[in-house]
C-alpha cells in the first residue's frame, strides 16, 4: 500500500516538535495547529508516546473531548505510542508521515519528548524541526540530548509569561551565534498560552524555514534518505539476515561453537556483487 502511495505524497511540510517533558509541546501544537487551519490549511498531527492531552487552547478537560474540538477545526491527530517494539515507532511514523503526506496534509507535526535514539530517529523525518524549551533551562539542555540540539532549526521558548523568559531566548541566542556556519540562520522564539498571537512568530519561524529548503531544493531530502535507509534495512533483515540465522539454527550450526561464523559471512559476502546491486538500484527509470 506504502508502495502505491509513494507518487502521491512529497507536498506536506513535515514539521518535527521536540522537548521536554511537561515543556508545553501539546498546549503549542495545538495552538499552532489552529492558526495554521485558520488560514486554510490542512494540518495533521502525529504525537508520539504523548503523555498529556492536546488543549488547543484550554488547561482543563476531557482529553477525547479536546481532540474533537481539533478535528472539529478539520485538524487530524492521532498517537503513535508503540515504544519498546523493534524499530516499531520509526517505522510507524515512516508509514503514517506518507500517509497523511499522500492525503492532503499541507503541515505535519510530530511531537516527541526528544529522550533516545527512537525520537532523534523520528526527527530525521521532519523538514523542520522545532526545539521547545521554557525558563530555567540550564538543567533542561543537560537533559536532552545534545544530537536535538544540533539537528534543531527553530527554537522556542515557551511559557514566555514565566520569569526569566527573555533571559532564556538571550541565553539559547549567544548559544547559537557561536556557531555562524549555517547557511540557515537559526533563531529563537517565544510563545506563551497566554497570548495566543504569540504562537504567529512561531508560524513565520516554520514559513521562513520552508522557503529556505524550497530554495536550496532540500524540501522532503532527509525524508527521502531516511526511507531509503529504512526500507533497505528492513527488506535486508526480513529478507537475509533472518533466513540466514533461521538456518543456522535449523542446521544446528550455533551448538557448535566451533562454528566460524566470521569466516562463513566473510565468504558469502565475498560471492554477492555490490556493485551490481547498486547500478540496479540507481538506474534511473520513469516508473
Ligand atoms: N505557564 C504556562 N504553562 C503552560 C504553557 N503552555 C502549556 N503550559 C502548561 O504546561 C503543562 C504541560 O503542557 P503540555 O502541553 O501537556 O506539555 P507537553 O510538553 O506536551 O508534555 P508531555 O507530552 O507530557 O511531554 C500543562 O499544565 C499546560 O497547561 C504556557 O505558555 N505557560
Ligand atoms: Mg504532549
Redesign the pocket.
Known amino acids: 500500500m506504502l508502495r502505491k502511495l509513494y507518487p502521491h505524497t512529497g507536498k506536506s511540510q513535515v514539521v518535527g516538535i521536540t ?1 521536554p ?8 501544537i495545538g495552538n499552532l495547529s489552529s492558526l495554521l487551519a485558520e488560514s486554510g490549511n490542512r494540518v495533521s498531527i502525529l504525537a508520539i508516546d ?4 492536546y ?1 488547543g487552547g484550554s ?1 482543563l478537560g476531557n482529553r477525547i473531548r479536546m481532540q474533537e474540538s481539533l478535528w472539529k477545526s478539520g485538524i487530524y491527530m492521532r498517537s503513535l505510542a508503540n515504544r519498546g517494539y523493534k524499530g516499531g515507532l520509526s517505522d510507524s511514523a515512516l508509514g503514517a508521515v506518507s500517509i497523511l503526506d499522500a492525503s492532503g496534509s499541507d503541515f505535519i507535526i510530530i ?1 516527541t ?1 526528544g529522550a533516545g535514539q527512537a525520537d532523534l530517529d523520528i526527527m530525521n523525518l521532519a523538514d523542520t524541526t522545532v526545539l ?1 524549551l521554557a525558563p530555567g533551562l540550564g538543567d533542561q539542555i543537560q537533559a536532552i540530548k545534545a544530537g536535538i540540539m544540533e539537528i534543531a532549526d527553530i527554537f522556542v521558548v ?5 520569569e526569566g523568559s527573555y533571559f532564556a531566548m538571550k541565553d539559547i541566542e549567544e548559544t547559537l551565534s557561536l556557531d555562524e556556519r549555517r547557511k540557515f540562520k537559526r533563531e529563537v522564539v517565544g ?4 497570548d495566543l498571537e504569540s504562537y504567529r512568530d512561531l508560524l513565520e519561524a516554520i514559513n521562513r524555514h520552508r522557503d529556505f529548503l524550497k530554495g536550496e531544493d532540500q524540501m522532503g531530502k532527509k525524508r527521502l534518505e531516511y526511507g531509503l535507509k529504512w526500507v533497505l534495512e528492513t527488506e535486508l533483515n526480513e529478507k537475509i539476515i533472518e533466513p540466514i540465522v533461521r538456518s543456522f539454527h535449523e542446521n544446528s550450526l550455533l551448538e557448535d561453537s566451533k562454528t566460524n561464523f566470521y569466516e562463513k559471512v566473510e565468504n558469502l559476502l565475498e560471492n554477492i556483487d555490490l556493485t551490481d546491486i547498486i547500478e540496479e538500484l540507481t538506474n534511473r527509470t520513469d516508473d
Not at 50 to 53: M, N
Not at 191 to 194: D, I, K, L, R, Y
Open positions: 522537548g517533558p511537561g515543556i508545553g509541546k501539546s498546549t503549542l504523548a503523555s498529556s492531552p488543549t488547561l511531537e519528548v521547545v515557551n511559557k514566555m509569561d514565566r510563545a506563551t498560552n497566554a
